[in-house]
Nanobody
Framework: EVQLVESGGGLVQAGGSLRLSCAAS????????IGWFRQAPGKKREGVSC????????YYADSVKGRFTISSDNAKNTVYLQMNSLKPEDTAVYYC?????????WGQGTQVTVSS
């Protein structure tokens, strides 16, 4: 059974940092790309960043380029999202996602709140 478990969210002041973790199980971690998405109240879920566990290639949304860094630890089947220089507009529930055999899986999400 595919499972994704996010952690690391919290309340931080603007300009601060947080590191989110996404622990994955139930599939061959090295074979798939894992993405981070976020959803703010009243807004659509949007893609933030993605990493290919096989070759380490990454993608970032323009809104987070230069501030967020995605990485993976294949030995721990975990993807991280290091978030620096946080802004109030980064406030959202952050989810990780993987598509395995054509089916998308989501974690339960972790709340990030950035105060001004």
């Amino acid at each position: 059974e595919v499972q994704l478990v996010e952690s690391g969210g919290g309340l931080v002041q603007a300009g601060g940092s947080l590191r989110l973790s996404c622990a994955a199980s139930g599939f061959t971690f090295d074979d798939y790309a894992i993405g981070w998405f976020r959803q703010a109240p009243g807004k659509k879920r949007e893609g933030v960043s993605c990493i290919s566990s096989s070759d380490g290639s990454t993608y970032y949304a323009d809104s987070v380029k230069g501030r967020f860094t995605i990485s993976s630890d294949n030995a721990k089947n975990t993807v991280y999202l290091q978030m620096n220089s946080l802004k109030p507009e980064d406030t959202a529930v952050y989810y990780c996602n993987v598509v395995v055999l054509g089916r998308g899986y989501w974690g339960q999400g972790t709340q990030v709140t950035v105060s001004s």
